[in-house]
């Protein structure tokens, strides 16, 4: 299975991805970013081709940047795309041109608490249990059909920081888990209900 993934910041998500993925199974194409950032450089350390398409808020067309962005990745015709840590939101022209082929990774239990601050919208929420999910990515926000997920333990003393770290580690695994599934098995997707044999 041919993957392209999406990232904005640290890239500690495609780190793990790059470390952990069963390369047999699973070969990264090549690895973009709206900006310069720490993530092109881990993917460039590894020797996996890297593209930038630039989005300056408030300077950036939206939709000529959606454009571009879908072009980039078409150029490496793969299978499916990943969002690790990418800060943006894709657009109709992106999710529309791999429709059931971009998949996210998510820090709360969706539908629960979607959007930018899903751990600390658990956290003040006062929820006993939160965790991470995958999901398909749709038109809306976190609102795609749910591929896996996995839960985490909100202990009594945790923060937003700890908390998070903790969902981390949890989403690089369940990550690594549903790539594998979907290279063994393929990925269905029935109205709400995405797939995989594994997940059956």
């Known amino acids: ?109 969706l539908p629960a608490f979607p959007g930018a601050h899903g751990v600390r919208d658990a956290l003040d929420y006062g929820v006993k249990v939160t965790g991470t ?6 038109s809306g926000v976190d609102t795609g059909p749910i591929i896996a997920q996995q839960a985490v333990v909100v202990e009594p003393s945790d923060t937003e920081a700890t908390l998070h770290e903790r969902i981390k580690v949890a989403e690089r695994q369940l990550l690594i888990d549903v790539l594998h599934a979907i290279s063994d098995n393929g990925l269905s997707i029935n109205g709400r209900k995405a797939r995989t044999t594994s997940n059956d």
């Open 1 to 109: 299975m041919k993957i392209v993934l999406l990232a904005s910041g640290t890239g500690t998500l495609l780190q793990s991805v790059i470390d952990h993925v069963d390369r047999s199974k699973v070969h990264i194409l090549a690895v973009g970013s709206d900006r310069d950032c720490e993530a092109l450089s881990r993917a460039q350390r590894a020797d996996i081709p890297t593209f930038t398409v630039e989005y300056t808020p408030g300077e950036t067309d939206r939709e000529q940047w959606n454009v571009a962005l879908a072009e980039q990745i078409a150029s490496y015709e793969p299978d499916i795309v990943v969002s690790a840590g990418f800060m943006r939101i894709l657009g109709k022209t992106v999710v529309d041109a791999f429709a059931g082929q971009i998949i996210n990774t998510h820090p709360a239990l």
């Open 133 to 138: 999910t995958v999901h398909v990515v749709d």
